[in-house]
C-alpha cells in the first residue's frame, strides 16, 4: 500500500461573542486543521488537530483566510509522506520528526510547535489507515481492551456577565448529565472569589464528585502555593498548571507539596523529553501530554510509558477522539476531557457557558457518552467521519 495524496482543510468557526476565559486567556475563535491521508487501496486515514497558531490569519475584510502554519503540510509534510507505506508509522514518524531540527522550518518563519501539531495531524492518520487494513478500532489495534473511558467534563469557564449563580447551574448540568468528575478554572479572578466559586462548585456537585482546578499558569510560585491552600478544603482531585513555566517544573512540586494538592500538568510538553523533565522532577503526579496537539498518538504512547515507570496515570488534555484509545491501550490510563454537548443541556440558557462544543458538527459521527464514559465504537480507526457539509461550510480559502 502507498499514501497517493495527502488533502486537508483549514476551519475556522465564528467569532464567538462574549468569548469565554480560560485563566488568563479568552477562547474567542475556535479552528481546526484536518487532514486525509489516501492510498492507492482506496483506505483513507482521518486526522486532526486544533488551535494552531497562525493556521489562519485575518483579511483587509476581516474574514479568515489561511495562514503562515497552514503550508506547512504541502510544503514539508506532504512530500515525505507521498510514495511511501502508511503502515510505516515509525520510520515515517522520525522522517517527519526531522523537519523539526535541520532548520528548514525556520525559513518559512513557521515554530516547532506548528510542526508537532501537524505531525500529530498526521500521525492520527497514519494510525487510521493501519487500524483499518486490520479491521479493528485503534484501541484494540494496541492491544487494548476497554471501551467505556471515563470522561472529566472541562467546564467551568469566566465569561463576562457569568455569575457565580450561574456557574452553580453549570455545575449541576454536568452532575446531572452523570459526570463524575469535573473540572473548572481558577486564577482569572481574586483569590476570594475564587475560592467561593470552588466552594459553589463543591457544593452543587457533591462530595463523590471529582474536582479539578485548572489555573493555566496564572500563579507565580508562592501565590500558588497559597492558592493550593485555599482551595485544599474543597477536595480537590487536582491542581493543574498551578505555576508559570519559566519558574521551573520544580515549582510545581513545591505547590503540591506545601500547598496540599495533587498537580496536574504537560499539555504544553513539546514531546517526550519535555514530558521526561516533568516526571523526573516529580513535579506532576498525572500527566496530560496532548498527543492531539504534539506528536500524534506515536509520541504520546512513549510518554504513556515513561510515566508508567514513575507511576503516573495518563489523563490526556483535549482530544477525547483519539485520546481515548489511547487510555484504553495503556496501563495507566485514567480519564479523557470532554467538552458540553449541546443535546445534553436543559435550556439555551445553560448552553451559553462554553461554545467550545459547536466544533463536534465537524463530524457526522462520534462516540457517545454514556454516564459520564466516552463508549469506543468498534468501527475500524478512531471510529469517527467528518460531515462533507459542514466542513463545506467553516473551511477557509488556502493559497
Ligand atoms: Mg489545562
Known sequence: MKITKIDYEILVWPELDPPFWMSLLPVNRPHELIVKVFTDEGLIGFGHTDQIPGVYQIDSQ??????????????????????????????????????????????????????????????????????????????????????????????????????????????????????????????????????????????????????????????????????????????????????RWYEGASVWKHVANEGGIPVAGGEQAAARWEAADLVESSAISYMEFDGMRTGGPSEWLKVAIICEKANIPMAPHHGPLMHAHLVSAVPNGLLVEVFPDPAGYGSDDELEFTRWDRKYEMFSSYPDIVDGNLMLPDTPGWGFEFDEDAIGRLRVQRR
Not at 512530500?79 to 523537519?99: C, H, K, S, Y
Not at 482569572?188 to 472569589?193: I, V
Not at 470552588?198 to 462530595?207: S, T
Open 62 to 243: 476581516g474574514e479568515p483566510i489561511a495562514g503562515n502554519a497552514a503550508s506547512i503540510l504541502p510544503d514539508l509534510i506532504a512530500p515525505i509522506l507521498v510514495g511511501q507505506d502508511p503502515t510505516r508509522i515509525e520510520a515515517l514518524w522520525n522522517v517527519m520528526f526531522q523537519t523539526t531540527f535541520q532548520s528548514r522550518w525556520n525559513r518559512y518563519g513557521r515554530t516547532r510547535a506548528q510542526l508537532m501539531a501537524v505531525i500529530a495531524a498526521v500521525d492520527m492518520a497514519l494510525w487510521d489507515i493501519a487500524a483499518k487494513i486490520a479491521s479493528m478500532p485503534v484501541f484494540r489495534f494496541m492491544g487494548g481492551t476497554q471501551h467505556s473511558i471515563p470522561c472529566y467534563m472541562a467546564g467551568g469557564y469566566y465569561r463576562e456577565g457569568k455569575t457565580i449563580e450561574h456557574l452553580m447551574r453549570e455545575m449541576k448540568v454536568f452532575r446531572k448529565q452523570g459526570f463524575n468528575a469535573v473540572k473548572m478554572r481558577v486564577g482569572g479572578e481574586s483569590l476570594d472569589t475564587d475560592v467561593e466559586r470552588v466552594a459553589v462548585a463543591r457544593e452543587a456537585l457533591g462530595p463523590e464528585t471529582w474536582l479539578m482546578l485548572d489555573a493555566n499558569e496564572a500563579y507565580e510560585s508562592v501565590a500558588g502555593i497559597e492558592a493550593a491552600k485555599a482551595f485544599a478544603p474543597h477536595d480537590i482531585f487536582w491542581f493543574e498548571e498551578p505555576a
